[in-house]
DNA sequence: CTAGGTGAGCGTACGATGTACTCCTACGAG
DNA sequence: CTCGTAGGAGTACATCGTACGCTCACCTAG
């Protein structure tokens, strides 16, 4: 019965994943996204618990474009294994800025249990349980999060990659000769081969490679 | 000629680390340390170019404690390979409050540069090289990071995996019988196992397991 | 058609942060 | 003892998150 809501929630995610991309994460604040929704910086309070809640809006934003069973779930198990992984890694790949927020509230967050539970359900479904199946999932897990890291933070990519390859080669001589390897190597390839060495290494079959 | 100093960078890191172990990562501030120190906040300014310089000064303490060659570079190589990501597993397990700063400047801290050129070495001894040491070096490094960051900020462990396991077991079946499987095994083994199958996938050979 | 109350919107304010600027002063060389 | 150098610190400002409480737009009841 009285004023009705002006916002919405994924109106919201938009407007903040948007001055994130316009202005970096750290621009990220209540206030900027406030502005962003041409509202009063108090008035988000009304949506949003606070930034917390406000930094998992973005995180759910982001990793809601993983689709998780377009592949239907009667597919070859290792396949979507395989997909789950790539997925995350193209959809963190499409806003990178938003990495550091990965880690935080993830058990509060729905997108990460959703893949979590797609992510188990594959590995069951190839036989994998119990603490075998604890293993493989934080194995490919931890891959995958700290791939996301190391690819958009790290010092062996983009402009890190320069800054390694001109290090003193007398201190750090493969540290120089692996940075220059490095920009050689396009990064999808690279995720890739190392998924598949990690899931080969847990005993799951890599599709055709 | 003029006034001694009256810190030293080892201490101001070690003031740091104990705020926050004391106070957790948030009220890491320059205040908060200069405080511990007992000395004016903006005393600190003349030891430490700004916050940033800080932490990264608390993440060189805490990785300090790696040792890079007790093994002596005559070890067998893959034993090499397993003790340096042990060994940085050890150093943050010792103060996890600090996780979130591993990534932050990588390239701009002395001790991940000497621990990378430590492993790519280990991995050239062992006849890595080119294209397959890039994919090598940083799968590991992808899998010690996200495993830290898996282990201490993640849904598996600690409380998360309470508030995991009291999850909706009909939404997400998979997730909670993980959940209650993860807490009978030892993070520990957890990562040696999870560190032995990347290490598998990658052609390493595993030291004796 | 009108009166009322609910809750959306937001202005103000407070404490905390990083840090630029400035002054004061302790110290050792001469 | 004197003095210049550089370390120590106080003040100040912009920015942040957010607690509090006011105003008024809107829907419903009569």
Chains 1, 2 share one sequence.
Do not use: K, N
């Not at 929704?37 to 009304?46: A, D």
């Amino acid at each position: 019965m009285p004023r009705p809501r002006s916002l919405t929630t994924p109106a919201i995610a938009e407007a903040a994943l948007a001055v994130i991309e316009r202005q970096g994460l750290p621009a990220l604040s209540m206030r900027a996204v406030a502005g962003e929704l041409g509202v009063g910086t108090m008035s988000l309070y009304r949506y949003v618990r606070g930034r917390e809640e406000l930094e998992g809006l973005v995180v759910e934003r982001v990793l809601a474009t993983v689709d998780l069973d377009d592949l239907g779930p009667d597919a070859p198990w290792a396949g979507r294994v395989a997909a789950l992984c790539e997925r995350v890694r193209d959809a963190v790949g499409a806003h990178p800025a938003v990495v550091p927020l990965l880690l935080v509230g993830r058990h509060r967050i729905e997108a990460p249990l959703r893949w979590g539970e797609a992510m188990l359900g594959a590995l069951a479904a190839g036989g994998i349980t119990g603490a075998d199946r604890v293993v493989a999932f934080r194995t490919l897990l931890a891959f995958v999060l700290g791939a996301a890291q190391v690819e958009h933070l790290g010092p062996l990519s983009g402009e890190g990659t320069v800054a390694l390859s001109r290090l003193p080669t007398d201190r750090y001589p493969h540290l120089a000769a692996t940075a220059a390897d490095a920009r050689r190597v396009p990064p999808a390839d690279e995720f890739r081969r190392g998924l598949h060495a990690v899931m080969a290494g847990l005993g799951i079959p890599v599709p055709r490679c």
